[in-house]
Each structure stands twice: as C-alpha cells, then as structure tokens.
T-cell receptor, first 114, second 114 residues
Framework: GAGVSQSPRYKVAKRGQDVALRCDPISGHVSLFWYQQALGQGPEFLTYFQNEAQLDKSGLPSDRFFAERPEGSVSTLKIQRTQQEDSAVYLCASSLVEGAREQYFGPGTRLTVT | AQSVTQLGSHVSVSEGALVLLRCNYS??????LFWYVQYPNQGLQLLLK??????LVKGINGFEAEFKKSETSFHLTKPSAHMSDAAEYFC????????????FGKGNQVVVIP
C-alpha cells in the first residue's frame, strides 16, 4: 500500500512568512509523529498524536510552531513568522497502534527560510 | 530520558570490507533500539530493531546488530560493503512505554570506496 506522504517536498519562505506542511500517514495508522532534522543532525522529536489527540508537544521549539490532526488522519504542521533557524527537513512518521515499535517515515519537507 | 551517541560523522569503507557503525545508548529503563538508513532526498527506512527478544538482530540488506547491555551498545555491522550501502545511518532509542518517541543519534555518513 501507499506509504507516508508529505507535501510540499520543498518550501522556500521569506523570513516572517507563515508556512503549512502536510502529512498523509498510512491509512489506519493511529499514531503520528513530527520530527525536525537540521542539516547534518539526526531528527529531533517535535510532537505526537494519537488519533486526533495531541498527547505530547514537548518538542515544539516555540509557540510559533503549531500542529493539528483534526480528523485523526492528515496532519498539518504550521510555523508562524518563520525565522532562519527554522530551516530544516520536517519529517512525519506514523505507526499502526500506540506502542507499536515501528515508525514509518515520509520523505520529508525541506524548508528553507531566506 | 533516552539518548544515543554515534561517533565519527563520516565513515569510509572499501567495497567488500566490513562495515561497523557504533552506537551507545543511555536509558533509565530497558530500551528499544533501532537503526535507520536514509538515502538522499528520501525518508528514513528501518534497517532493524531490538525490542528485548534476541540480542543479535538481523535486518535488511545483510545488516545485523548486537545488543550488549553491559556495554550499553548496539553496534551495526555488515560483513561486506556494497556500493549501494552508501547512505546516512542513524541509531535511535525509545522507551518501552509511553508514546515511543524516538531519540536519534547524529548519524554516520557512509562512503563506499570502490
């Protein structure tokens, strides 16, 4: 079946603009994660959803970052008033049930803030 | 909190030679451990995982890893490198409870020399 998809794949934003990044998880997957991967670094956890409930947002770096998953499937990560330090690849991952050990990753969205 | 350490960001290996990537973890509870591979412009693909069953874990593409509690290590090996193994490799850890958020190492960029 189809894997995790993300759009857009690339996004260039001017500093101060708002951006919205979309994640389509694997159909039926309950858990959804967002990670941020800066250049030359490993991914870092941002936030976690179980169905539509955002159960952990401890990794969001500032109140400019906001994520939602209103119907328990597609998720959107929104960044307001983008800054240069927000430039990174944003990865989405899903897993079948809570407690599942395997997360399936999408290809990521590369955000460049100029 | 869980964390992993990967030393040596770039690893060069000759084609046909042993691939050895080191990972040491820190965890206050029995961990689950993972190795992921990332090819350019692609998402993370799971190579193998340790979830408290066998300590020697075999994964895809001929890779394996051994969990050693006494050394808090989970090193990744492959007996004979192929050109197609050139990629970035990440070790990751999660707790065996809660939302299973992954904590990644900084990664190893593997270069295969023909």
């Amino acid at each position: 079946g189809a894997g995790v998809s993300q759009s857009p794949r690339y996004k260039v934003a001017k500093r101060g603009q708002d951006v919205a990044l979309r994640c389509d998880p694997i159909s039926g997957h309950v858990s959804l994660f967002w990670y941020q991967q800066a250049l030359g670094q490993g991914p870092e956890f941002l936030t976690y959803f179980q169905n539509e409930a955002q159960l952990d947002k401890s990794g969001l770096p500032s109140d400019r970052f906001f994520a939602e998953r209103p119907e328990g499937s597609v998720s959107t990560l929104k960044i307001q008033r983008t800054q240069q330090e927000d430039s990174a690849v944003y990865l989405c991952a899903s897993s079948l049930v809570e407690g599942a050990r395997e997360q399936y990753f999408g290809p990521g969205t590369r955000l460049t803030v100029t | 909190a869980q964390s992993v350490t990967q030393l040596g960001s770039h690893v060069s290996v000759s084609e046909g030679a042993l691939v050895l990537l080191r990972c040491n973890y820190s965890s206050s509870v029995p961990p689950y451990l993972f190795w992921y591979v990332q090819y350019p412009n692609q998402g993370l693909q799971l190579l193998l995982k340790y979830t408290s069953a066998a300590t020697l874990v075999k994964g895809i593409n001929g890779f394996e890893a051994e969990f050693k509690k006494s050394e808090t290590s989970f090193h990744l090996t492959k007996p004979s490198a192929h050109m197609s193994d050139a990629a970035e490799y990440f070790c990751a850890v999660s707790a065996n409870y809660g939302n299973n958020r992954l904590a990644f190492g900084k990664g190893n960029q593997v270069v295969v020399i023909p």
